[in-house]
T-cell receptor
Framework: DTGVSQDPRHKITKRGQNVTFRCDPI?????LYWYRQTLGQGPEFLTY????????KSRLLSDRFSAERPKGSFSTLEIQRTEQGDSAMYLC????????FGQGTRLTVV | AQSVAQPEDQVNVAEGNPLTVKCTYS??????LFWYVQYPNRGLQFLLK??????LVKGSYGFEAEFNKSQTSFHLKKPSALVSDSALYFC?????????FGKGNQVVVIP
């Protein structure tokens, strides 16, 4: 257990629906990251927060994706109008000298 | 931009034999390097890191890694592999406030 928790662990949704994932980080870590991992690939950076400020977003993050970290605590990642290509594992991580990852949320869009 | 290459898709090794998983990197400035392990349908578990200091880094579960600046490599090693080491291994380099990962190596330890 890394101390980073993600909810839900699995999500199956129909194409076109909206989904929201939650990440609860290690409390003393200011930086929080979202990564996406598709089958056979390593995780790819999506976005990161320093406290409540979202400092950078990857080009992978289309307009359908939005992330928040209110009050610099937990974070949410929302995908609107899901597409089959959004099917992936979504990983949250918080960082000190090294990154601590949550168990991930596996999204399947049918 | 920073990047990592893991040239082998799969590494097969007999239980009790030495295990090596290869990684080369590219980054501007001093390299901050990491190894993570992933079991099926799980997140990534941190194994070890190189920030500065000794080129041989020791980590969790008997793993170690050797940093070689001239060859820009950071190979993961274990002297005696266990069946339970069978998993997916990722090398990563930090740059631009994020980690860049390789595509991973599937390690299969044969009993």
């Amino acid at each position: 257990d890394t101390g980073v928790s993600q909810d839900p662990r699995h999500k199956i949704t129909k194409r076109g629906q909206n989904v929201t994932f939650r990440c609860d980080p290690i409390s003393e870590h200011n930086r929080l990251y979202w990564y996406r991992q598709t089958l056979g690939q390593g995780p790819e950076f999506l976005t990161y927060f320093q406290n409540e400020a979202q400092l950078e977003k990857s080009r992978l993050l289309s307009d359908r994706f939005s992330a928040e970290r209110p009050k610099g605590s937990f974070s949410t990642l929302e995908i609107q109008r899901t597409e089959q290509g959004d099917s992936a594992m979504y990983l949250c991580a918080t960082s000190a000298a090294e990154a601590f990852f949550g168990q991930g949320t596996r999204l399947t869009v049918v | 931009a920073q990047s990592v290459a893991q040239p082998e898709d799969q590494v097969n090794v007999a239980e009790g034999n030495p295990l090596t998983v290869k990684c080369t990197y590219s980054v501007s400035g001093n390299p901050y390097l990491f190894w993570y392990v992933q079991y099926p349908n799980r997140g990534l578990q941190f194994l070890l890191k190189y920030i500065t200091g000794d080129n041989l880094v020791k980590g969790s579960y008997g793993f170690e890694a050797e940093f070689n600046k001239s060859q820009t490599s950071f190979h993961l090693k274990k002297p005696s592999a266990l069946v339970s080491d069978s998993a997916l291994y990722f090398c990563a380099v930090r740059g631009n406030n994020r980690l860049a990962f390789g595509k991973g190596n599937q390690v299969v330890v044969i009993p």
